[in-house]
């Protein structure tokens, strides 16, 4: 399968702990997009990252969130001392280079809190 | 001035039928136009896209039309069936973040 994959699909988390969400981009792709979908709502930005390098993360919450993209590995989302209004579809997208502008997203995880 | 308005918020239609969906924007940097088709529980699939050098692109039942002076462009889907049942999302970028509209849910009865 060399489609977006994201791991895991589904993780619920007490208020307090900590989410860390993972993404491998497709085969031949260094470029990643985070984004976060609330229920009954569009996809909102959070994150742009590039191996080893955050390009723009303007759509981030200034707290509790990281995100990285390392050399070796999956891109991963980290969600620090979760809260209720954290519950979310969080998807990762990807493409070939930058200024490529087609992204292809994968399945998603389904954080809940509670 | 980020921001993409989509309407219709949901949309019922029979099948064989055409359904239109429409967007607006405002930030002239976007350059590039994709709409995003989902169904529940799945991520946005691309489904088709469009530059605005150009009015209008066509992929099988999928079009997609483009005003540049007005900042609108739209999609239509002819001979609607019940598997395009789905919410769907138009997105703006001037080639990195995407900028979604609100999405509209599409529901097409046998």
């Known amino acids: 399968n060399a489609g977006v994959m994201q791991n895991p699909r589904h993780l619920v988390r007490r208020r307090g702990q900590e989410a860390r969400l993972r993404c491998s981009p497709m085969?031949?792709?260094?470029?990643v997009y985070w984004y976060r979908q609330l229920p009954e709502e569009g996809l909102k930005f959070m994150v742009y990252?590039?191996?080893?390098?955050?390009?723009?993360e303007s759509g981030m919450p200034k707290e509790r969130f990281s995100a990285e993209f390392p050399k070796e590995g999956p891109s991963i989302l980290r969600i620090q001392q979760v809260v209720r209004g954290d519950s979310a579809a969080y998807f990762c997208?990807?493409?070939?280079?930058?200024?490529?502008?087609?992204?292809?997203f994968g399945p998603g995880t389904r954080l809940t809190v509670t | 001035q980020q921001q993409v308005k989509q309407s219709p918020q949901s949309l019922i239609v029979q099948k064989g039928g055409i359904s239109i969906i429409n967007c607006a924007y405002e930030n002239t940097a976007f350059d590039y136009f994709p709409w995003y088709q989902q169904f529940p529980g799945k991520g946005p699939a691309l489904l088709i896209a469009?530059?605005?050098?150009?009015s209008e692109k066509k992929e099988g039942r999928f079009t997609i039309s483009f005003n540049k002076s007005a900042k609108q462009f739209s999609l239509h889907i002819m001979d609607s069936q019940p598997g395009d049942s789905a919410t769907y999302f138009c997105a703006a970028t001037p080639g990195s973040r995407l900028t979604f509209g609100e999405g509209t849910q599409l529901t097409v009865n046998p």
């Open positions: 990252l590039q191996k080893e390098n955050i390009i723009d």
């Open positions: 997208a990807s493409s070939p280079y930058r200024g490529s502008y087609e992204q292809y």
């Open positions: 085969k031949g792709h260094s470029h």
């Open positions: 469009i530059r605005p050098d150009v």
